[in-house]
């Protein structure tokens, strides 16, 4: 931790590398104020720094974890921000955060919202998520300040839990929002570090359990006219091709399938190859294979949990070993035929070996492609090559799940990313410049 003042004072001492980042607002001719934007993202990351890595006052990561005593703070902060600003604030039954500023008609349709998430990973960064709160908030600072009104009603989402770090659901309350989660299974998500505490109790201890519900529908909920999520890239894109926008088109559809493969205990000593059946040797096959066909395809296949019995020993053939892959790609055909040639070569490689092994699988997710709005996607271009020119920017295809994702499934939707160095996020080095503001 910093304190205030001297955080204060260093901040300014940036000023010099803000005379290039300001950005005109496409269409309207306004200015954001990107020091003001850094200084805020900045100041309320003192709820929740951690993990400092260097002697600079922003050289620390970020632990605030969705409902813990510092997100409550943040969540105040923001609450007090926004009204200051005029706008009303809403929270649903899922601690949903929607600050809506009137527009001119005072149109009771439903508002146009700048979306993303204050929560971080436990070992996260100061930009996934919080800047794009800290961005739309500079949004309507500017609206403000400038005496700029919309015709429709704008406004702010912060989505609760979007991390799923601390109740192990990501994309938790836009997705229930969004109708794919039930909202009892939500309420009932245990803290992974004690059982006793449900997302609900806390959204019950920080005042967050709202009255409207958490839904989309007009009737009961807080339907949404169109949902626009500034977030960072997370990837290596953006920064290795020298580009400053990414207009996201959509994300990519992943499956994740749990394989277990079944052999035979044996002594490694005493029992020959030809006589053994080694599912460890071939799920090794197997990984790598699924490596190669995905790359053929362009696709992605990994696998991040092998799990060998317990009871496993040096001197003996392991009996069964479990692995999961994850296929991903932009086209959902694609990410079938990894699937489809996959399980084929795995036919293949569990007759080769010895007397062989044999293999069943488990398809756990399945989470198709999804396309964000046309309209919302051309509109995020236009304002790109109006700011940074057709060549600083490229259209790109999300490869995480954000709460854009669910909200694309009931509004216009569409993200704008910026680059993160090195692609780096999820990690207390984190990094987005003022320049790409
Ligand atoms: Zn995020």
Not at 14 to 26: I, K, V
Not at 343 to 368: E, Y
Not at 418 to 425: F, R, T
């Amino acid at each position: 931790m910093y304190s205030t003042n001297g955080a204060t004072r260093a901040l300014y001492s940036n000023t010099r590398r803000f005379s290039t980042a300001t950005r005109l607002l496409a269409s309207s001719g306004l200015k954001i104020n990107p020091e003001r934007l850094w200084n805020t993202l900045h100041e309320t990351c003192k709820w929740g720094a951690t993990h400092r890595y260097g002697d600079g006052p922003t050289d620390t990561g970020m632990a605030r974890l969705t409902l813990t005593d510092d997100d409550a703070s943040v969540r105040k902060w923001f609450a007090t921000e926004v009204q200051k600003l005029g706008c009303t604030l809403s929270v649903d039954q899922m601690g949903n955060m929607f600050a809506r500023q009137s527009g001119r008609l005072s149109s009771p349709v439903p508002m146009i919202a700048m979306g993303s998430h204050l929560d971080t990973q436990p070992r996260g960064g100061r930009y996934d998520g919080i800047l794009g709160i800290m961005a739309a908030l500079e949004v309507l600072r500017t609206m403000k300040e400038s005496k700029f009104q919309t015709n429709y009603d704008v406004g702010v989402v912060n989505w609760t839990n979007e991390e799923g770090a601390r109740f192990p659901m990501s994309m938790c309350s836009s997705g229930v929002w969004a109708g794919a989660i039930p909202i009892q299974k939500a309420w009932d998500l245990r803290d992974i570090h004690d059982p006793d505490v449900t997302l609900r109790s806390e959204l019950e201890r920080h005042g967050y359990l709202g009255d409207i519900s958490c839904s989309s529908d007009p009737a009961t909920g807080y339907p949404l006219g169109a949902h626009f999520e500034l977030h960072i890239e997370q990837g290596p894109i953006l920064p290795e091709t020298g580009r400053s926008i990414g207009v996201v088109r959509g994300a990519q559809g992943y499956r994740w399938l749990t394989m277990t493969v079944h052999g035979k205990d044996a002594h490694t000593g005493t029992t020959p190859f030809s006589a053994r059946q080694d599912p460890l040797l071939a799920s090794s096959r197997m990984i790598a294979a699924s490596h190669d066909i995905a790359k053929k395809h362009d696709a992605l296949a990994s696998t991040g949990i092998i799990r060998v019995p317990s009871n496993a020993s040096t001197n003996t053939v392991s009996s069964q070993v479990t692995f999961t892959l994850d296929i991903r790609h932009p086209q959902d055909s694609v990410v079938h035929a990894v699937q489809d040639e996959c399980l084929r070569a795995f036919d293949a490689i569990a007759a080769q070996d010895g007397k062989g092994v044999w293999f069943d699988w488990t398809l756990d997710t399945d989470s198709p492609a999804v396309e964000f709005d046309h309209n919302c996607v051309a509109s995020i271009q236009a304002a790109a090559n109006q700011l940074v020119g057709r060549e600083k920017s490229m259209l790109m295809t999300s490869g995480a799940g954000h709460d854009t994702v669910y909200t694309s499934k009931h509004c216009p939707s569409a993200m704008i990313f910026v680059p993160c160095k090195d692609g780096v996020s999820h990690h207390p080095t984190e990094y987005c410049s003022p320049q790409d503001w």
